[in-house]
């Protein structure tokens, strides 16, 4: 279940490496206080902090999961087995509050993430188990921090012409090879990246110009262009 619970948008999850991140800017991990919009509390400090998590690091964590009138909705503690939960930040596996939240936090310590629904699972909910508009609580014992194999920079991917702005076109076409790659027959592949395009675009094109630019862009994309 961690899996699909913590996909931001299972339709965004379909894309894969098109995962959409939130580039959080230095100026956005004073992760002792609050972090925009994802309240963030430490309620363990490390003993000893070697490793601090960073964007494309592999973190191994437990975590619970709580509705804001406190019930719990999930635990990786309590699956059979309780193995933590595993991912890589920084390429949209997870949540938003969860990429924002666990920023530089230390091997060890233990926090307390308060999402607001906005970075959680927005208005559509996910599945049975969280509604639509949906705060969520976290509580997070980070257990390990690994460095993760670099994600490819899905920005050059789709920017075709290398002009560092992306049109819808461009992305459809990546789309369509991605979905080529995965198999997905063309019929089903065209109504599902139609979707994805739209759903892209309403969340990437910030200014609404019918174009994606460096800036804006959100999914791997590397610093240099
Ligand atoms: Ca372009
Ligand atoms: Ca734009």
Redesign the pocket.
């Known amino acids: 279940m961690a899996k699909s619970i913590l996909c931001k948008k299972m339709i965004l999850c379909v894309v894969g490496t098109m995962a959409l991140v939130a580039m959080v800017t230095a100026s956005d991990m004073n992760v002792k206080g609050d972090v925009p919009d994802v309240h963030v509390l430490v309620t363990r400090d490390s003993d000893k902090c070697t490793r601090k998590a960073a964007k494309h690091d592999i973190l191994v964590l437990h975590y619970e999961g709580f509705f804001p009138n406190g019930t719990k909705f999930d635990s990786s503690i309590e699956r059979p087995g309780a193995n933590p939960f595993q991912f890589q930040l920084g390429i949209g596996q997870v949540i938003q509050g969860w990429e924002r939240g666990l920023l530089d936090m230390c091997m060890g310590e233990k926090r307390k993430l308060t999402v607001p629904a906005s970075l959680a699972y927005g208005e559509q909910g996910s599945g049975e188990l969280i509604p639509p508009n949906t705060d969520l609580i976290f509580d997070i014992d980070l257990i390990q921090v690994h460095d993760g194999p670099q994600p490819p920079n899905v920005f050059k991917m789709i920017d075709i012409d290398s002009d560092n702005?992306l049109t819808r076109d461009e992305l459809a076409m990546y789309l369509a090879r991605q979905s080529q790659m995965q198999g997905v027959p063309m019929d089903l592949a065209n109504v599902q990246n139609l979707k994805v395009l739209n759903n892209i675009f309403t969340v990437?094109?910030?200014?609404?110009?019918?174009?994606?630019?460096h800036e804006?862009f959100t999914g791997p994309k590397h610093e240099e262009l």
């Not at 990437?204 to 994606?212: M, P, Q």
């Open positions: 702005l990437e094109d910030k200014d609404k110009d019918g174009r994606i630019s804006e």
